[in-house]
Structures are given as C-alpha cells and as structure tokens.
C-alpha cells in the first residue's frame, strides 16, 4: 500500500523535471535556430 | 533683466533635443531614430501622414511615451532620468485626443481637481471658463454629456491652467468652431509671448501654419523636411523686438 | 502627499456619488451572495455544541468576510476603471502628484465604500444568518482594520494590474492569496465578536492591524515604481 | 549538443543524473522503512528536498528582483522569472509529495495544517507572478512590476506564514508530530535527494534563463526588422 503512494510521488517529481526539461531544451533549440550565432552569447 | 537672463540661458540649450530617438509602443518601432532640435520660443507645426509617429514625439516630449533608444532632453532635463523626467512632465502641457477628464463629474468639478492636482491657481479657472464658452450653462453638466468640442476646450481650459513652459497640441483644431479655433490660435500666441514653446501636430495646414515658425514634416516615425517658414533672419528680428 | 491623497480621494467619492455604482451595484450584488450563501447551506443543519447555532450562523463570519472580499474586487476594479477611461492616469502624472499621495488616496476612497458595504452586509448577515452579537466593539475595531487591510493590499495589486487587458482576472489571482491572512483573522476576530467564544478575537484584531500597516507602508514605497511609466 | 546547454550545464546535468541515480538507488532499494510512516517515508526524500529548493529559487527571485529595481538589467530580470518558475515547479512537486505522503501517514491527502495551508497559498501567489510575467507589457514595464510582485511577495509568504501559523496555534490543530526516527541510512537519502534535486534545479533554472535570453534576442532582431521597415516608409 504505502509503495503505491510512494511510486506516485517519484514520478510526480522525476517524471516533472523530465518534461520540464525536455520542454525547455526543445523550446531552446527551436529559438536558437532563429537567432544568429554571434547573439547566443549568454552573458553581457 | 530677468528676461534677459532666462533668454540667454535657454538659448544654450534648446527646449527640445532629440537625437536618434527610439520610442516604442508595444513592439511597434512609432519613432524610428528622430532628430529634432527646438529652441526657445519657437512654435513648430509637425505634418505627416496618420501613423507618421507625431503623437508619439508629442507624448515623448511630455515625458510619457517611453525613450528605447538615443538621446533626448526637455528644457535641459534627461528624458532618459527617471526624476528628471518628473520635472519634464510637471512643466509640459498636453492637449490630445485623449481629453483627461473625468467622465462622471462636471466641467467645474473637473476643472477644479487639475487645476489643484496641479497646484494652479484656483482663481485662473474663471476667466478661463468664460473665455471658452464654458462659464454659464454648461460649468454644471458632467463631462460626459458634452460634444467632442466642448469636450476639447474643456481640456483646453485645464492645460491653460497650468501654464505649462512647452505647449504640445496634438490636432489642436479638430473639432472646434471657428471661434475655438481662433482662441487656440490667440492662446498660442499669448503663450509664446510669456516665454512657453509650442508643438503642433495639426492636419490644419493652412491655419498651423500662419502660425508657425517653422514646420516639420514627419514620415515613418522620422523627420523628413525641417523648414523655417519665416527664416532665421525674421524670428532673430521678433526676438530682438521682444 | 497627505494633501493628494486627500484630493484623489475626494474625487473618487465624487465620482461614485455621481454614478453610484457601489451602492446600486455592488451593494445588490453582494446581498445576492449573501442570500445564495443561506441557499447553499441549509439554515435547518444544527451544530452539536453548548449552543444550539444553525450551520449558517456558525458560518456567518467567515461567509461575510468573503462576500466582502468579492465586493471588494469589485469595488478595486471600479477605482482603477475611472482611471484609465480618458488617458487620466498620464494626466495625473503630469501633475506630478506623489504617487504614495495617489495611492493613499485610492486606498482611502475604496475603504470607505467598503466600510459602506460592510454596514449594509453586516445588517444584511445579522438578519439572514440570526447571528448573534457579543462584543460590538471588537466587531467595530475588527471591520476597520481589516477594511484597511484589504484596501491597501487591494490597491497595490490592482495597480500592478492595471492597464492590461485582462486585468479583471489578473487581480482576483494576484490579490486573493494575499488577504487570506486578513480573511482568517477577520473571520475570526468576527467569529470572537459575534459568539463571545474562547478566541483570542482582540489578538486576531492586532494581526489586522499589523496587515493593514504593513500594505500600506508597502503600497506607498512601490506605487511610485509602479506607476513610473504606463 | 543542444543550444542552451554549455560545458557549465553539462558537468552540471551529469552530476544532477548521476546523483539522480544514487539517490533513487539509496531512497527506494538500500534504505529502510521507518518505523511510524513505514516505506512512505521515502516520499519525504522528495518532498523536503522540493521544498528546500523552491523556497531557494524564491529566494533567488527576490535577489534578483532587488538587483533588478536597482540596476534595471535585462540579466536579474531574467533571472529572478526563471528561479521563480522552477521554484513554483518544486513547490507544485512539494504540495504533490506532500498529499500522496498524507493519505498513508494521516489518512487523508489535505489537513489544515499550517504549513500546507500556506505553502499552498505561496503556490498561487508565485503563479500570480508567473502570470504577471506573461503579460503583453513592454518589456520595462513587465519587469519593472514584476520586480515589484517580486519583493512583494516575500512579505506575502512572511505575513501569511505566521498569520496560519498563529491560526492552528490558537487552534490547538491535531498534532502531527509523528517523532520520526530517522536513522543514517535516511538521513543520506534523503541528503542525496537534495543535492539531485538541486543541482537539477540549476540546471533548469541557467536553460530557462537561456530560453528567456533567446527570446529577448529574437525580440530585439524583430525589433531592428521593424525599425528598418518603419525608416522605409517615409521615403
């Protein structure tokens, strides 16, 4: 019973990042593509 | 002795100074890297087509449209700097489409909130009235039941309150009579003989420019003609008269 | 700044003198939450206790403060509304009022409207709900400081909201989360106020208090910042 | 590799996944139950990790969002929007724990607990900023207010965590003092889960910095287009 809760929560939270992540790196190589190089210089 | 003072110091530095000038609304570029130097005295009409960027240079010039890009003082202060453009807008005065009252209260009741918030006398107000139509029948209707144009002088009466240092007059005779518009043109004068500058942005040609010094043509948020309607000679002259 | 806020405020009384939109709209509005509130629960549902309280006159305070809080958004709306209808705000800072003067003057205005509505509500909770009430003075001191509390948050949010189109959704997000503080104390300083139960109502009243404080030192430091430009 | 990721992300993502790793290897296989909350005391080698994180990230916000209102760069605007997101993301992970933790150990997924009360009013108030940030403002504006929500909302968090606080206290709420007896074997776990959460948490926060800086520069390239279309007009 208890693993059942417990299995719930890690995914909640791994399977969280994971999609966060994978929604932020698609998000950034569809910006970048439209960006020229010499402007993807992070820092000032 | 005084005047003097303040003529020579005021010609040092111009009223207006505006140099590679980017102002945005939203994302849309409305000046795109405008110069323009204004000095003292002088009244300017800015012509051009709807979407020229003239309502913008007027709102810059108060302090309100925001400044992206370049530089640019009024009365020698940095619209760049935020307490310094403070200052700006305390000393412009603005007449737009926009008339900046309150709908629900009365011409009177209007009057007397600006003409308070902006520490005007309280006894201007009454001649003012008068002299704009506005004194007897119509000081008790709220604001929202006047016409486009008693809405106009309404607003008008309120920039004359607070006798501004720099006029800027979007379309300052749309939706005037004739004797709206001759009071404009008479105020205009009044105002630049006590020492103010005025900025017109007027589709008004023929009446603007009788009264300007000078015109401006404006195109995709830049100036594309600047000409001394009298020439420098003849304002020196008017200059040296006063 | 005292002398703006005073001016600003006069104006709005003005103004909602003029239109009466509190006490024509607001006002029926929040009775008519008051009256679905008595239909969602039903006034026949006893509470097992020392008293023998209907569920609705126990839920009286809380179910007060909220239809206050709804009226109260309401009312914010209005205040920023007038506003912004003629280009007003680009007006008032070419005048150069102190924005703390502005805000405070909102603030002032909104409350009260509130305080107002509060009355009527009140009456209105009283009758419906059959509340009892103990100790009117801490239900006085409770509708103040909490007025105050909602005003000044209120204000601040609504101006962080202010000229985006969907303002009027903005707001209740932005502005909710924050008076939950003062709508667990006031419910409770009311609940102690009404019943005369164990609670430490005056406690709860001094909690207001602090809130109230609080937003309005706040509101009056960030208003200028957010009213700098559009 | 992809765009936004540099050689700092990357030592940064392989720490992250390894500890990942480690940490789900300690937390669900080589740890032990507890003895009151048997085996869901291993959500807690989540949910206390996410809400440490978060309460960071806010704290970075509010960081950023003073330097901000001080300096007005593009940089600390950005910065302190995306700690908040990821921040909003580990408090919605620490309500979620939180629940899924509550139904086996208290038996229901909500108590009126005081801290639940007010970390899920926090939760709203940061997706008020969020939300805030997404307004069509000019970009001054947006960030001038959001720094001001920024700061704000710290006291917010303050006022509303004693007021619920005060509230349960005078309350006498049901105790939930369960004593755990947290043995090595959990306490490294769950010390392992805070060191993967959080380096994953940098990780997202410097990519969805990055996201927001490649939007700033798509923006400003759209920007000069349009200047350039606009100088063309009068001529």
New interface residues.
Partial sequence: MYWNFVAVGYVAVYGGVVAYALWLLARGRRLSSQVPEERRRFLD | MVEDGFRKKADAAPIVELSGVISLIGRFPALAGLDLTINDGEIVVLRGPNGAGKTTLLRLCAGLAPLNDGVGRIMDLDLGDRVQRRRIRRQAGMLSQQTFLYDELTVEENLQFWATANRADPEAIEPVLDRLDLGRRLRTVKVSGLSTGQRRRASLAVMVCRRPKLWLLDEPHAGLDRAGRDFVDDLVGHAVRFGATVLIASHDVERAEELATRTVQMAGGRVLVDTNTRGESDRQEDLDAS | MLR?AW?MAV?DL??EF??RVVTGQILPFGALVLILFGFSISPDLTVVGTDRRSMLAQAAPGLFWVTVLLAALLALGRAFA?ES????L????????DPAGIFLGKVAAVAVQLLLLEVVLGLGAFLLYATPLHDPVMLLTTVILATAGITAAGT?YAA??S????RDT?VP??V???L??VL??AG?ATQAAVFGSA??GW?WTA?LGV?AL?YLA?GML?FG??M??? | MTATSSKVTRVIGYSALAFTALALLFGLVISGPEVNMRDSVRLLYVHVPSILTAYLCFGITLVGSVIYLRNRSTFWDLVAGSAAEVGTLYLAFALITGAVWGKPTWGTYWEWDPRLTSTAVMFIMYLGYLALRRMELPHEVRSRRAAVLGVVNIINVIVVHYSVQWWRGLHQGRTFGLDPQIRDMQYFSWFLGTVALGLIAAWLIIHRFRVGWLERQLDEIHLEEALVERRGEGV
């Fill in positions: 703006d001016l104006k003005r103004i003029a239109t007038v209808a003629d280009g007003n680009d007006a008032l800072k070419m005048a150069g009022l601040l962080l909201a000229g985006l189109r969907v903005l997000l932005l909710l989360p924050v939950a503080p667990l104390a409770l609670d430490n406690l909690l809130f609080i706040v960030a910042l957010i700098e430009e559009s």
